[in-house]
């Protein structure tokens, strides 16, 4: 029996697994066995329940060769991969003479391997001259990569997991930490439990398993973030419990930021979030009397408009009262996707380029282009489309060919019926992942099977900056080709056969950390080799370093990646929600994960205990808004906004604020009939992240008829059973 360490393909918790098992010449993974890796410092052994059950889905449902199709109303047909390729490739070619590459455009994901995205930046931002290569961290992590950019000049969360035991005061803000990421919540809540002078205030709308567990829940209003963690700021000033010396020597822009926050007096702050002046006074007076606090915050901060100004305001608390570069202190954001951080490292933005530069930075752009041998001004200067500019630019007939590989845009893009016509428009794509069928694969022309974790070798960074390598452990499925290998051979063919001379992943990633010297996010010290001999490895790890002597936490000199060195107070209004309800719309919806499944389901809804322990999609109401729309716990509602309709089984709880419903984003069309969550949100983008508002809209409910009930069940009924047909 062999014994792998690697990783979990999930959440950005990075947890180490062990998978126990044999590898044999037909690939029947029936007696393999997960389990956690007491060795791997993040997880420390804990797994949840999608990590214990991952081998369950690896053999099920696979795409096993390349398929193409000249029409979407047309079958998919088999084909061989040189075929596919050469059409590939020609495509590409034509679209180049008649758009110019920036009528090509790449969308990835955050579970790419930190060598897929970095080849395909290699490819798109430097071969082809075009920087539209976004990924779906655009619609989880961007706001917290801008924040920390705006506020600290770099990205890169400052603290680490075992500031989770040696804090004080945890606020969690925008976060249900014990269902998204479990093992952190199950670290944090042994050091809660077992000291009793630690205090947890959890900043959520709904009662969830995370604010049960709290000290203090604050139900605030949806939208009203800003004016909380401003009215905090007020409290902590007209008490005098800044830090005076850190501002003065370490920071700048204090004094517009103490002129901003008179503006947010604890009795206005009380009505616009809709707690007591009690609530918000205990909260500081936590905040005050903490020696060490550690904020954490996930999507319910990021995705909105103001995601950006969120992730400023929280981390303007930690620079008020000097909480960060010390333990058990510092602004986390909570990482939602296995290797989100890793894309950013490798520039797997529309704005970015490897090694945390930017593409409007001219010696970025420079420094690139000598070290991948190309002529000068070589990578454009514009940043490329983000998420939604895709859709926009299909729209416009101003995209000649879309590449997707291992995301579900048919599922998680906002004003889903607005993306599908715009994929429906799309002349040429190209759908690479593991598994059909997906929603997306309907809306290809060319589908690519590729490997998943399992299959291939590469590196995953986690969310306190640990890079863990995955080892691969068995025979690719099928035909299937690791990403990588896709983005490299395609280079090739185009006739960049030199700057993709790639053997394997580890001459990838070899090649990568070189560009990372010197820079915030350093890993010049990191190899497959050192990943294999020592295990995981955090950075900043420059190739000059000793394990033994880096530090856990970054800016523990107070020395931040400015022109001066100093962090920036963020000065921002709260502005509220983009959609606000009205007569016609009179409730807040509001989405967001399960404990069980992950995302659109591509993994989980294959595997038959989490599907009996989350059997179908639902909507949350509060018992009074129950009442009121004459709701019973045997109903099912109708949901609109401006934009679409969703229909859900009622569940009555006054674990939700009343004004507010709360439904889960991961049923698909696959999965569930007219239970799309994305139906009915709205695209409205944060102007520096450029990320969607998917955590709120404005919507009207309507209680369905006992034959329409029935009508919806019998279509459940129906879809069951036929995913593989």
């Known amino acids: 029996?062999?014994?792998?360490?690697?990783?979990?393909?999930?959440?950005?918790?990075?947890?180490?697994?062990?998978?126990?098992?044999?590898?044999?010449?037909?690939?029947?993974?029936?007696?393999?066995?997960?389990?956690?890796?007491?060795?791997?410092?993040?997880?420390?052994?804990?797994?949840?329940?999608?990590?214990?059950?991952?081998?369950?889905?690896?053999?099920?449902?696979?795409?096993?060769?390349?398929?193409?199709?000249?029409?979407?109303?047309?079958?998919?047909?088999?084909?061989?991969?040189?075929?596919?390729?050469?059409?590939?490739?020609?495509?590409?070619?034509?679209?180049?003479?008649?758009?110019?590459?920036?009528?090509?455009?790449?969308?990835?994901?955050?579970?790419?391997?930190?060598?897929?995205?970095?080849?395909?930046?290699?490819?798109?931002?430097?071969?082809?001259?075009?920087?539209?290569?976004?990924?779906?961290?655009?619609?989880?992590?961007?706001?917290?990569?801008s924040g920390y950019v705006q506020s600290f000049g770099a990205d890169g969360p400052p603290c680490c997991y075992d500031d989770l035991e040696q804090t004080e005061c945890a606020f969690l803000i925008g976060t249900n930490t014990a269902e998204c990421h479990p093992i952190v919540f199950n670290r944090l809540r042994k050091h809660h439990k077992s000291n009793s002078q630690v205090k947890m205030i959890v900043v959520d709308p709904r009662r969830t398993p995370t604010a049960e567990a709290a000290d203090l829940h604050l139900a605030i209003q949806p939208g009203s973030d800003i004016a909380l963690l401003n009215g905090i700021a007020h409290l902590l000033l007209q008490?005098?419990?800044?830090?005076?010396?850190?501002?003065?020597?370490?920071?700048?822009?204090?004094?517009?930021?103490?002129?901003?926050?008179?503006?947010?007096?604890?009795?206005?702050?009380?009505?616009?979030?809709?707690?007591?002046?009690?609530?918000?006074?205990?909260?500081?007076?936590?905040?005050?009397?903490?020696?060490?606090?550690?904020?954490?915050?996930?999507?319910?901060?990021?995705?909105?408009?103001?995601?950006?100004?969120?992730?400023?305001?929280?981390?303007?608390?930690?620079?008020?009262t000097a909480q960060i570069g010390k333990p058990g202190a510092g602004p986390f954001s909570l990482t939602g996707q296995p290797n989100a951080m890793g894309g950013r490292e490798a520039g797997g933005l529309a704005h970015l380029l490897p090694g945390y530069r930017s593409v409007t930075n001219p010696q970025h752009r420079a420094d690139l282009e000598w070290f991948w041998r190309l002529p000068v001004g070589q990578i454009s200067d514009r940043p490329g489309r983000s998420a939604w500019d895709i859709v926009r630019g299909l729209e416009n007939n101003?995209?000649?060919?879309?590449?997707?590989?291992?995301?579900?845009?048919?599922?998680?893009?906002?004003?889903?019926?607005?993306?599908?016509?715009?994929?429906?428009?799309?002349?040429?794509?190209?759908?690479?992942?593991?598994?059909?069928?997906?929603?997306?694969?309907?809306?290809?022309?060319?589908?690519?099977?590729?490997?998943?974790?399992?299959?291939?070798?590469?590196?995953?960074?986690?969310?306190?900056?640990?890079?863990?390598?995955?080892?691969?452990?068995?025979?690719?499925i099928g035909e299937s080709r690791d990403d990588w290998a896709i983005f490299a051979e395609v280079g090739r063919r185009l006739g960049f056969g030199d700057k993709f001379r790639f053997a394997n992943s580890a001459q990838v990633y070899a090649e990568f950390v070189k560009i990372t010297r010197d820079r915030p996010c350093d890993q010049s010290g990191i190899s497959h080799a050192l990943l294999t001999e020592a295990g995981p490895t955090q950075w900043p790890h420059p190739a000059s370093s000793q394990r033994s002597n880096q530090p856990k936490?970054?800016?523990?000199?107070?020395?931040?990646?400015?022109?001066?060195?100093?962090?920036?107070?963020?000065?921002?209004?709260?502005?509220?929600?983009?959609?606000?309800?009205?007569?016609?719309?009179?409730?807040?919806?509001?989405?967001?994960?399960?404990?069980?499944?992950?995302?659109?389901?591509?993994?989980?809804?294959?595997?038959?205990k989490i599907q009996q322990m989350h059997p179908q999609p639902f909507i949350e109401i509060h018992p009074r808004d129950a009442e009121e729309i004459a709701a019973t716990a045997e109903s099912w509602l109708e949901v609109k906004s401006r934009r679409g309709m969703a229909r859900f089984p009622v569940k009555i709880t006054k674990a939700i604020a009343p004004g507010v419903v709360f439904v889960p984003m991961h049923w698909g069309a696959l999965w569930a009939e007219d239970a799309e969550a994305n139906s009915l949100t709205h695209p409205d983008l944060d102007p520096i992240s450029l990320q969607p508002e998917l955590k709120a809209c404005a919507v009207r409910l309507r209680v369905l008829s006992n034959l329409e009930v029935s009508a919806q069940t019998d279509r459940k009924t129906e879809m069951s059973g036929t995913l593989t047909q």
């Open 1 to 145: 029996m062999d014994t792998v360490k690697t990783l979990c393909p999930y959440c950005g918790v990075g947890c180490g697994l062990e998978v126990v098992g044999q590898n044999n010449s037909n690939n029947d993974l029936s007696g393999w066995k997960v389990r956690g890796d007491r060795s791997h410092p993040s997880s420390q052994g804990m797994v949840c329940v999608k990590g214990a059950t991952i081998i369950e889905s690896v053999d099920v449902d696979r795409l096993m060769q390349p398929m193409v199709r000249d029409r979407l109303d047309q079958p998919f047909q088999p084909t061989s991969w040189d075929a596919a390729l050469d059409l590939i490739v020609a495509k590409i070619q034509q679209v180049r003479r008649n758009l110019g590459s920036d009528g090509l455009c790449m969308y990835g994901s955050g579970q790419f391997q930190t060598e897929d995205y970095y080849t395909a930046q290699k490819l798109f931002k430097g071969c082809l001259g075009t920087n539209n290569f976004d990924a779906n961290s655009r619609l989880c992590m961007s706001s917290a990569v």
């Open 239 to 320: 008490w005098g419990k800044q830090d005076q010396a850190f501002i003065a020597q370490h920071t700048n822009g204090f004094e517009e930021f103490a002129t901003l926050v008179k503006d947010y007096p604890p009795e206005r702050v009380a009505q616009i979030c809709g707690i007591t002046v009690e609530d918000l006074e205990t909260t500081a007076r936590y905040w005050s009397e903490s020696a060490s606090v550690l904020s954490m915050w996930s999507m319910g901060i990021n995705q909105s408009t103001q995601g950006t100004a969120k992730v400023q305001a929280i981390i303007n608390l930690h620079l008020l």
């Open 398 to 476: 101003e995209i000649g060919l879309l590449w997707i590989a291992a995301t579900n845009p048919a599922v998680s893009f906002p004003d889903l019926e607005r993306t599908k016509a715009a994929l429906r428009r799309s002349p040429f794509t190209i759908y690479q992942d593991a598994y059909y069928p997906i929603e997306t694969s309907a809306y290809a022309h060319v589908l690519l099977p590729a490997t998943q974790w399992s299959e291939k070798t590469g590196t995953m960074t986690n969310s306190e900056r640990f890079v863990s390598l995955c080892p691969a452990f068995h025979q690719p």
């Open 553 to 608: 936490r970054l800016y523990q000199d107070y020395r931040f990646n400015t022109a001066d060195g100093r962090a920036k107070f963020g000065i921002n209004h709260n502005n509220g929600l983009s959609e606000a309800t009205d007569d016609a719309y009179p409730f807040v919806l509001t989405v967001g994960r399960l404990y069980g499944h992950w995302h659109t389901q591509t993994r989980t809804g294959r595997i038959k």
